[in-house]
């Protein structure tokens, strides 16, 4: 598989991820991972952030441990800018939000986080920033997970119901995440009733936009700073990095009424 390089000096590498590939392994899974893809040309690399399998978009990698520390330093630090675009379900009625809720884990799921009631274990603060770029109603496909037939690769769902006379509302957003927790957006949309579209774990039953087939989720872009050349503990220039707009849901919100 070949993966497109956005930008790249000696210290890092940002790479525009697509949707179905792991970025850690898995124990559970043999596929191929994004180290897998570049440890042969680069073998110091370590991941500096990590994006959900489903999820595409700008991915930040170092080629160097110390230049690894450097920008986990902005992460943690909540200096470095992130920003996402998703379709969602249903018409969100704000033009523009924070979401403020502390995520924990899921009673009833391992796999999945909460946002408000019946959270347990150990609650950790996020913040999630959201625009309305457009409310649209499109043609949709019903999605069902409590069908006998298996699911496809990715985790989503073979049997879905075409209805082509009908229309379901949706929404465009971006969206900015102000920290950093596993499944953040996706669960702080769910919280809001309006969960990510495609979302096999959060939205397994509501429609589905005709033409979306994965997750609809994308890493935009990121904003941070480099080293600052010989000064190796003060910051550099500003950088930031962009990935194209995914054609499906160009296509999708084209043609949305």
Same mark, same amino acid.
């Given at each position: 598989m070949k993966i497109k390089v956005l930008y790249?000096?000696?210290?890092?590498?940002?790479?525009?991820k697509p949707s179905g590939i792991l970025v850690h392994p898995d124990e559970r899974s043999k596929e191929k991972t994004i180290l897998d893809l570049f440890l042969k040309k680069y073998p110091k690399l370590e991941i500096v952030h990590r994006l959900d399998k489903e999820t595409s978009g700008v991915m930040l990698l170092a080629k160097n441990k110390k230049t690894h520390e450097f920008l986990k330093s902005q992460f943690k630090n909540r200096e470095i800018k992130k920003t996402y675009v998703a379709i969602v379900s /249903?018409?969100?009625?704000?033009d523009r939000g924070v979401i403020n809720k502390p995520i924990g884990r &899921?009673?009833?799921d391992f796999r999945r986080y909460l946002a408000g009631r019946g959270v347990r274990g150990e609650l950790r603060d996020a913040v999630t920033e959201y625009r309305v770029l457009k409310r649209f109603k499109a043609k949709h496909c019903e999605i069902s997970s409590r069908s006998?037939?298996?699911r496809v690769?990715? /985790?989503s769902h073979t049997d879905k119901k075409f209805h082509n006379a009908s229309l379901s509302k949706? &929404?465009?957003l971006e969206i900015r995440p102000k920290t950093g927790r596993t499944h953040q957006i996706r669960v702080h949309m769910k919280y809001l009733n309006h969960p990510v579209v495609?979302?096999?774990?959060?939205n397994p039953d509501n429609p589905t936009p005709k033409g979306i087939t994965r997750m609809a989720l994308h890493a935009k872009s990121i904003e941070f700073n480099l080293p600052a050349g010989k000064a190796g503990n003060m910051k550099g220039d500003v950088v930031k990095v962009e990935s194209s707009v995914p054609l499906q849901f160009k296509k999708v919100i084209g043609n949305c009424l």
């Open positions: 790249e000096d000696s210290n890092i590498l940002a790479i525009d /249903g018409n969100v009625k704000n &899921s009673p009833k006998s037939l298996p690769r990715g /985790g949706f &929404s465009y495609c979302d096999s774990l959060y």
